[in-house]
């Protein structure tokens, strides 16, 4: 078993890894006529050199976690992370807490240099950064403290389950982890996002009231408009919606006020009330039940089964964890080959419902600003698409928009 689950790992790497060496390869493939005029030859030089940059970085980064995991299994190295943490706490909660605290230290400290040179190179070079060192540097001791609270509290629970419901912890499991996402969508912005951004009321004005008008004319009920400072990070432009029932809000990222104009800001918008009138919000909730179904399934097989395999003298409820977020790998792979082709059948959806609303050049011209100021990549390989996008491509959407008869 030891040998089939480190095969599992580095066979996944290796198809992951080829699937974006495919992608970054067809980066000189002929531009499709829809997004001709998308970048100019200055910008699309430009858009290659960063691709490169970032294909190059993220090859480096999965190799060097990929060797760390593997020498972490073959090495036995989990049972001394977890007799460090016994010889510190009697308690199972508070070693299983440390004992993944010292691992997820680890590999934090492993990832904060990507991420530095990521943002303060990469991105700072090609004019996307607008964070300073005050501001990353606070973000993560932000993620480092929701983490260790959020994520100690699940893992807390999910421990406490494990070991007093005996063979009910898959259901109650279940129950406990539907309920926390629901909570985590109703009050992501209200509790989370003002930790880490400033959210600010839409003015009074004619986005406000062309919001206000489009939403009442397709009967869909908004209860706040915000702002939210995204251009203190970056300039990457983006919008979203939050929430279900009558706690719905919009929330815009402040560039997009830049470098869109009304109408096209609507047509986005038009967009996400799509998704909604089409149901999608509870249909990829529909979906999310199922994976969650089938990960519970796998994370129990990985703390009943594969503890002893790797080390350990009995089974061990931490070390499950660690497993079951490697194997999440391989399982992500088949499900995204599920998954993305519906995601893309709701994008189409959500955007035909824009142009017969009355926003079809709007839109087109929205996608195309989107791709520009997000450097998006306008020839994707046909077979990264299949798998990994959840969106199609912008040629691909802009086409299907260009057919729509209104």
Not at 46 to 65: C, D, G, P
Not at 236 to 255: E, H, I, P, R, Y
Request: net charge neutral; glycine share 4%; aromatic share 14%.
């Amino acid at each position: 078993m030891e040998i089939f689950i480190l095969s599992l790992i580095i066979v996944t790497f290796i198809f992951d890894s080829f699937l974006s060496i495919l992608n970054y390869r067809n980066k000189d493939a002929k531009i499709p006529e829809e997004v001709k005029d998308v970048y100019d030859e200055d910008e699309y030089q430009k858009w290659h050199q960063y691709n490169m940059e970032n294909f190059r970085l993220s090859m480096i980064s999965k190799l060097v976690n990929l060797v760390v995991i593997i020498c972490f299994l073959l090495f036995e190295v989990f049972p001394i992370f977890f007799k460090l943490a016994s010889n510190l706490s009697s308690s199972i909660y508070l070693q299983t807490l440390i004992f993944l605290g010292i691992y997820g230290l680890i590999d934090f400290i492993i990832g904060i240099f990507f991420s530095y040179y990521r943002q303060f190179s990469i991105e700072e070079r090609y004019g996307f950064n607008k964070s300073t060192i005050k501001t990353f540097i606070g973000d993560k001791i932000k993620a480092i403290i929701l983490t260790i609270i959020l994520g100690g509290g699940l893992i807390t629970l999910l421990l406490s389950l494990y070991k007093n419901t005996g063979d009910t912890f898959y259901l109650f499991a279940w129950l406990a982890i539907i309920a926390i996402i629901l909570f985590i969508n109703l009050f992501y912005v209200k509790l989370f996002v003002p930790i880490f951004n400033k959210l600010r009321p839409l003015e009074d004005g004619e986005l406000k009231d062309k919001i206000v008008e489009f939403a009442e004319n397709v009967g869909y009920e908004i209860s706040k408009i915000s702002i939210i400072d995204a251009s203190k990070r970056s300039t990457k432009l983006n919008a979203f919606f939050s929430g279900f029932g009558k706690m719905k809000q919009v929330v815009l990222f402040d560039t997009l006020l830049d470098k869109m104009n009304t109408d096209q800001i609507v047509s986005v918008l038009a967009h996400e009330i799509g998704h909604s009138k089409h149901k999608h919000i509870i249909k990829n909730l529909f979906m999310m039940l199922i994976q969650i179904s089938l990960f519970l399934f796998v994370l129990l097989y990985s703390v009943n089964t594969l503890s002893q395999t790797f080390g350990f003298n009995n089974v061990n409820f931490g070390f499950g964890l660690i497993i079951f977020m490697l194997l999440l790998s391989p399982i992500s792979i088949i499900i995204e080959a599920i998954t993305s082709p519906i995601s893309r059948r709701f994008e189409y959806q959500a955007d035909r419902y824009a142009t017969i609303n009355g926003y079809k050049n709007e839109m087109q011209e929205a996608l195309k600003i989107l791709s520009r100021e997000n450097f998006a990549n306008l020839t994707p390989h046909p077979l990264f698409v299949a798998i990994k996008y959840s969106h199609p491509p912008t040629a691909y959407r802009i086409r299907a928009i260009q057919k729509i008869d209104v």
